[in-house]
């Protein structure tokens, strides 16, 4: 009986240390996996911020060509230069982001949007300005900037739900909730967003 007690009792403890190893081996399984996938996110949202700053970069030399035709709307500019001020002030770390950044984020890129198109249509009325070449040159690459964004923001959305998908379902829930990964919000398109931005003929 004594004997037979002492080998439950190491078939009890080998039983307990296979748990623990099978824990720790799915633990670091699952956390190494959440770690990539957030990175993948992350380097996605980078991409997004890379192409919205494009776009920003295109306006300075837009504000000169603008300039240049004095009698052209000087307000309609203004709401353009003002909305990428408030653009480019917004700065967002993915690895804590809410979806109240998110909308924070795209409701000011929205307005950058908005002015721009508003911009765009205005110059319809100026001949000179609509075929001057610094214009059609920015036109080109405004097209080519918001077909990228709508490539990237898809792009995104892909690692986000992969990611989102991998720390909600079980067990891998326990593990994430454990070790803080938190769920990432999606990048929402706006009305109209599916169509590819309008330029206008020479």
Do not use: H
């Not at 081996?25 to 990175?39: C, L, M």
């Not at 494009?54 to 300075?60: E, F, T, V």
């Not at 002030?89 to 198109?117: C, H, R, V, W, Y």
């Amino acid at each position: 009986m004594k004997n037979r007690g002492c080998l439950s009792a190491g078939t009890i403890g080998i039983a307990l240390l296979i748990i623990v190893a099978v824990l720790f081996f799915w633990g670091k399984s699952g956390y190494n996996n959440f770690v990539t996938k957030e990175q993948n996110v992350n380097t996605k949202w980078s991409n997004i911020e890379t192409v919205y700053q494009k776009r920003a970069n295109l306006i300075p030399n837009l504000e000169r060509t603008v300039k240049s035709y004095s009698k052209f709307e000087q307000e309609t500019l203004t709401k353009v230069v003002e909305a990428r001020s408030k653009a480019t002030s917004i700065n967002i770390d993915p690895t804590n982001m809410t979806e109240q950044d998110m909308a924070k984020f795209q409701a000011a890129q929205g307005e950058l949007s908005g002015a721009l198109s508003r911009l765009m249509a205005v110059v319809e009325s100026y001949p000179n300005l609509k075929a001057d070449q610094q214009y059609i040159n920015f036109q080109r690459e405004y097209t080519a900037i918001e077909n990228s964004i709508r490539t990237e923001t898809v792009y995104y959305n892909e690692a986000a739900q992969d990611y989102n998908t991998s720390i909600k379902t079980f067990p891998n829930n326990i593990l994430a909730n454990f070790t803080n990964f938190k769920e990432k919000p999606y990048f929402k398109a706006e009305a109209g967003a599916e169509k590819a931005p309008e330029v206008f003929s020479e």
